[in-house]
């Protein structure tokens, strides 16, 4: 009886310890979580977080490669001119109709014309800034990074490092933000671009058709002795052939036909 009571009392002083360096690991824990803790965590800010040397890096190579996008851009568009007025125009000029070749000349050169002066007035106009002088309008918010009043719609561009008034995103291909004051500019060069591209493609589609056959017929050449296949007006041309008829009315009326050559 007496070692049952003893153990009995030195459970309760092990479950009264137990307990106790329970309380201390929670306590504990709440200190901790006390010093991080933040209502609007979620898991898309801790990726963000873990995320945030990366988007560092994109922002820094955006910034130094912008010229390298620039200059792709403009030697891409010259080669496709190039191309166009040394295999296209000839080929114009050789075939087609007069009212055609204008139509080709005025509107091939008014769409690079109107393409080469959005592409320059968007990489060369300033997307537009705040205001940085005092003023009583009341702030709605200010930036955290530039700490200076942000009106609506105004967002910080991290590879410009400032604010921009309206801003849409940060284009490599412009080395420059699209904002307030050149976002027509860069709608109308997607806009011109697009249809330069579409009458490229109408317009180079028959030479297209042409290369691609003669390629296929040069890498793929027809066997000797191998039928070739026949259209419709080749079909008909031997159906109604006179000695096709002559043939099979000799073939229905089991008749036969000797010919005698005279050599003297």
């Not at 310890?17 to 979620?42: A, C, I, P």
């Not at 190579?61 to 891409?76: A, E, H, K």
């Not at 995103?169 to 860069?186: D, I």
């Not at 493609?201 to 297209?208: E, P, Q, R, T």
Request: include cysteine.
């Amino acid at each position: 009886m007496r070692l049952l009571l003893r153990w009995l009392k030195l459970c309760l002083r092990c479950s009264k310890r137990s307990s106790r360096t329970l309380d201390l690991w929670s306590y504990g824990r709440l200190l901790l979580k006390s010093l991080y803790f933040n209502v609007l965590t979620s898991s898309d800010t801790v990726l963000d977080c873990v995320f945030e040397p990366i988007f560092w890096l994109v922002d820094s190579m955006s910034r130094w490669f912008g010229v390298v996008f620039v200059s792709l851009v403009i030697l891409l568009t010259g080669s496709v001119v190039t191309v166009v007025y040394l295999c296209m125009l000839p080929v114009i000029f050789s075939s087609y109709p007069l009212h055609w070749i204008l139509w080709h000349l005025c509107y091939g050169h008014w769409n690079l014309l109107m393409i080469l002066f959005h592409y320059y007035k968007a990489t060369t106009t300033c997307p537009g800034f705040p205001p940085q002088e005092k003023s009583d309008i009341p702030a709605v918010t200010i930036c955290k990074k530039c700490i200076v009043p942000k009106p609506a719609r105004t967002h910080h561009c991290s590879v410009c490092s400032r604010c921009i008034l309206k801003m849409d995103h940060h284009c490599p291909w412009l080395n420059n933000c699209v904002g307030h004051f050149n976002q027509r500019y860069f709608f109308s060069f997607c806009l011109f671009m697009s249809m330069g591209c579409i009458y490229c493609s109408i317009s180079v589609k028959d030479m297209f058709l042409h290369t691609h056959s003669a390629i296929q017929v040069s890498l793929h050449p027809p066997k000797p002795g191998s039928a070739d296949t026949l259209d419709l007006q080749s079909l008909l041309r031997i159906l109604f052939d006179q000695k096709y008829i002559k043939n099979c009315e000799i073939l229905l009326l089991c008749k036969t036909d000797v010919f005698y050559v005279n050599l003297c």
